[in-house]
């Protein structure tokens, strides 16, 4: 028969828990057994208390900690004293695990407003969890799995957290590290065309589609015609010798490359194309012989004009005399070597596009005129002050004695500094401009001959305007731009006053064209910027085609501008010129 003491010292308590590993938060029930006998106390030996006493063979550590971890044992013990104990148990581990879970999104953290995001919260150990997703303004909301889908719009963007929950009272794991998302308004790129958005059949197109903003390294593009997808991936799209087929509305979208954000669509742009190459037409300023010494300036006129370039060409179509970036050609000073038949093309785009040639335009020099020509650079009559002005008295009959004078508040001669003669010409050059700079400025020879008088006004303004410099021939094209101090401003828009009145609203550009002028478009005339402000006035005076009465307007203009008080002489001169006119009819 086996005594109490042999079965104390023998026998051990067994000690069992539900789960050796558990989380922070949990509860935990250790429970020792010996399945002999009654009347038993145990003691828990345990990782922060060597012994704990128990009346029952149960102990419960409830929301366990990291320190409740480590090695658990319990012994049995009877009576009090003296007592009895059994063996210690079998010791067991239990492992308490401080639970983070990791928070991703998909497909991105940085999106555009209206997007859908997913936000993943994970644990990876054990089941029975909820969630719980933290937004940017710190609200909760609970989810039973461990995702939730969401329409992010601007204001959503920010640090988002999770963190989960189980039990009943619930215990919770840590947060989640903060993700960040950035919600960014949606680009709408623009379309623009090259060479132009009206062209002609065989020319070649180039679109380009260009998305600012979003915060997208890399896309890539979209082409619609008409909403009908014509090409992937590629910035650019081009037409290559276009048709009439490829008219219509073109529209661009982008993807991201290494990603899942897209554009908006893009405005239209409309491609219109013309079945015939366009022929330019070829004017001239003057009519009829050009005496020697004279300018002649030749136009190319094209209806569409934007991106041309122009080419010249004299005796024969094959032979290219000159190219110029605007649709005139300025001969000054001509020779009778000058004279002969013109011809214009113009030219646009890689590969070059060339319309037909105009109609070839005989222009005839002959005859002696002064021999003296006034060459004013920059070519126009309102100069900024600071800028430089050069005057030249270019004498074509190799005669010399021919100088630049002025008529101003202090000088009417150049000074020596601003001087040079070299040859048969003679120049002046004036390198800073100031305001008393202006006045009427003309070629004089020794003999006191004056040729040529120009009004030259030098301001201190934002804004001038570039008009003629000598009065415009009727039927000719008058053309007049606003020009700017400093850089051009962004927007462009100007618009152009005659005598107080608006001719011209420009929703773009800076420029105004009259294509053909006649005597009606006399007057004063200027240009208002709504940031920059307005241009001083410039009379634009329009001359008919009879050389007698551009000599006679010439001497009105130098006569008046030289001194009011000759205007008695100049209805004499005027009177004179009249009845030579009658007496050779």
């Known amino acids: 028969m086996t005594s109490l003491i042999d079965f104390i010292l023998t026998d051990k308590p067994t000690l069992t828990v539900h789960q050796t590993s558990v989380f922070i938060g949990d509860t935990v029930t250790l429970i020792c057994e010996i399945y002999q006998s009654t009347g038993w106390k145990f003691i828990f030996i345990t990782p922060s208390n060597p012994q704990s006493f128990e009346t029952s063979g149960t102990k419960t550590i409830r929301s366990v900690q990291v320190s409740d971890g480590g090695v658990y044992k319990c012994i049995g013990r009877k009576g009090e004293n003296p007592h009895l104990d059994t063996q210690h148990s079998e010791p067991i581990r239990l492992t308490v695990k401080d639970v983070k879970p990791k928070l991703t999104v998909q497909p991105q953290t940085s999106v555009f407003v209206g997007d859908t995001v997913t936000l993943i919260c994970e644990v990876h150990e054990s089941t029975g969890w909820e969630f719980i997703f933290i937004n940017p303004s710190n609200t909760e909301s609970t989810e039973t799995t461990g995702t939730k889908t969401i329409t992010l719009q ?21 947060h989640s590290e903060p993700i960040t998302v950035t919600v960014q308004k949606r680009p709408t790129p623009q379309v623009s065309v090259w060479p132009a958005d009206h062209v002609f059949r065989g020319e070649t197109v180039n679109l380009r589609c260009v998305i600012n903003g979003g915060g997208v390294s890399s896309w890539q593009y979209s082409w619609y015609k008409d909403s009908i997808i014509q090409q992937n991936k590629l910035q650019y799209y081009t037409i290559r010798s276009v048709t009439e087929f490829h008219a219509g509305k073109y529209t661009c979208r982008g993807t991201e490359t290494s990603g899942s954000r897209y554009s908006h669509i893009s405005n239209a742009v409309t491609l219109t194309v013309s079945g015939s190459k366009p022929k330019p037409k070829l004017t001239s300023d003057t009519e009829g012989s050009v005496l020697t010494g004279n300018t002649v300036t ?33 001969i000054h000073s001509v020779k009778v070597s000058d004279g002969g038949q013109y011809w214009c093309r113009a030219g646009r785009g890689k590969p070059d596009y060339y319309t037909d040639y105009s109609d070839g335009l005989w222009i005839n020099v002959t005859g002696v005129s002064p021999s003296v020509s006034l060459i004013i650079r920059p070519n126009r009559s309102q100069h900024f002050s600071s800028e430089s002005l050069s005057l030249s008295c270019e004498d ?97 828009r100007a618009e152009f006053y ?22 009606s478009h006399e007057g004063f005339y200027y240009c208002k910027h709504p940031e920059r402000g307005e241009s001083p006035k410039s009379w634009i005076s329009v001359r008919g085609d009879s050389q007698m009465k551009t000599r006679s307007f010439n001497m009105m203009t130098f006569l008046l501008a030289v001194s009011p008080y000759l205007l008695g002489t100049v209805v004499l001169i005027v009177k004179c010129y009249r009845l030579r006119g009658e007496s050779s009819v």
């Open 396 to 492: 074509h009959s190799n005669s010399t004695g021919w100088t630049v004078r002025r008529y101003t508040d202090k000088l009417n001669t150049c000074s020596s500094s601003d001087w040079r003669s070299t040859g048969t010409t003679s120049t002046c050059t004036i390198r800073s401009l100031i305001t008393s700079d202006t006045g009427v400025y003309w070629c004089q020879s020794e003999s006191g001959e004056k040729l040529h008088p120009v009004n030259i006004s030098v301001h201190n303004a934002d804004v001038i305007l570039d008009s003629p410099v000598y009065p415009v021939t009727e039927g000719d094209t008058l053309t007049l731009l606003c020009l700017y101090r400093d850089k051009k401003p962004s927007n462009l």
């Open 154 to 174: 601007v204001f959503d963007g920010g640090e988002y957290k999770c963190r989960a929950g189980r039990g009943n009272p619930q215990v919770y794991t840590q």
């Open 298 to 330: 030749l136009k190319c006129h094209i209806d569409q004009s934007t991106g041309w370039k122009f080419y010249w060409y004299k005796h024969t179509q094959n032979t290219e005399k000159a190219t110029t970036e605007t649709n005139s050609y300025t």
């Open 498 to 519: 005659k005598d107080g009145s608006v001719v011209q609203n420009q929703t773009t550009g800076d420029m105004m064209i009259i294509p053909t002028v006649s005597k």
